[in-house]
């Protein structure tokens, strides 16, 4: 999906939930200066997930300070409805929940037809097999490593074989679809999830938090796996 070849790519999706808001411009500025691969956009509405956060002005500000790849997470009830409007604002993959009401495949479709790519994502409780019949229509799967809605949560050990399943049913369908895994992942979680198939690490606190984020950032992007 990203220009990876027959070997998957290990890149980071930093979470601006866990930047200085305050100072979100010259927090971008870092994570561009530390090599970063994209920045991860928490949107979060109070009723799909017990958190509010930010939006569509807020995209669009980040959106017009920088080039780096936006990758939009909707934690939201009615993603199908806003889709098109965060596009608009500058989303360069929109991630939406299938535990959502909205319809999957119309979400899907919808995705597409804005022309970004479409990435579903799956909370620690639903199973890995109800992602299976969308594969061939997502660019993206995300497994969500802690329980969505608060940055700053432990990782979930049991999540990485939802990781595994996911993958290798990818690999079987000769897929050339991405694997994100988001929660807790820092230098310690990013290889157990690697090596189970994940290939896109968001990271929060584990980056903003560094004395080097470009040394933090490598850390997980040159884990060591047998995959």
Request: with cysteine.
């Amino acid at each position: 999906m990203f220009g990876r070849s027959d070997k998957l790519k290990n890149l980071i999706s930093a979470s601006v939930l866990s930047a200085d808001m305050l100072n979100l411009e010259s927090e971008i500025r870092k994570l561009e200066k530390s090599g970063i691969d994209m920045l991860h956009f928490d949107v979060m509405d109070g009723v799909f997930v017990n958190n509010i956060t930010y939006g569509l002005p807020i995209l669009e500000a980040v959106n017009r300070t920088t080039d780096m790849f936006l990758d939009v997470h909707l934690m939201i009830d009615d993603p199908l409805k806003y889709v098109s409007r965060f596009a608009e604002a500058g989303a360069d993959m929109i991630t939406f929940h299938i535990e959502s009401r909205s319809s999957v495949t119309e979400t899907i479709n919808a995705i597409k037809k804005c022309g970004v790519k479409a990435a579903a994502a799956i909370k620690p409780a639903t199973p890995a097999e109800a992602v299976f019949e969308y594969l061939p229509y997502l660019d993206m799967v995300l497994v969500m490593t802690v329980e969505p809605g608060f940055g700053g949560q432990s990782f979930i050990p049991e999540t990485a074989e939802k990781v595994r399943l996911i993958r290798n049913r990818i690999s079987e369908l000769k897929l050339d679809a991405d694997v994100q895994v988001d929660g807790g992942i820092n230098d310690k979680t990013a290889p157990i999830v690697s090596d189970a198939g994940a290939n896109i690490f968001v990271s929060g606190s584990y980056l903003f938090n560094a004395e080097n984020m470009a040394e933090a950032a490598n850390a997980i992007k040159e884990v060591k796996t047998s995959r």
